[in-house]
């Protein structure tokens, strides 16, 4: 069964930086896809960046230029590094996996960005 265990979130000021890490287990492919999806209150749950199969990367606009995904395949992590953080990153964030039609989530981990 494949797990997902996110770690690193917290409390930061505005122009922080966090970074977020995804240590997946119960799969012997280190090749499939993963992400990090985030979760605000009140809204749908959206894709921040993601790693494709092929090692290719793409981000929400939101992210782009601020925030930097990182995969480890000898370990099979996913990191997601976050900087210049803004209010409105403040959201659950969620670690995926896609795996054929399947798609596996951690438990989420709470970023607040708050002066």
Avoid: H, I
């Amino acid at each position: 069964q494949v797990q997902l265990v996110e770690s690193g979130g917290g409390l930061v000021q505005p122009g922080g930086s966090l970074r977020l890490s995804c240590a997946a287990s119960g799969t012997t492919n280190n090749m499939y896809p993963m992400g990090w999806y985030r979760q605000a209150p009140g809204k749908q749950r959206e894709l921040v960046a993601r790693v494709a199969s092929d090692g290719t990367t793409n981000y929400a606009d939101s992210a782009k230029g601020r925030f930097t995904v990182v995969r480890d395949n000898a370990k099979n992590t996913l990191d997601l590094q976050m900087n210049s953080l803004k209010p409105e990153d403040t959201a659950v964030y969620y670690c995926n996996l896609e795996r054929g039609f399947n798609r596996y989530w951690g438990q989420g981990t709470q970023v607040t960005v708050s002066s």
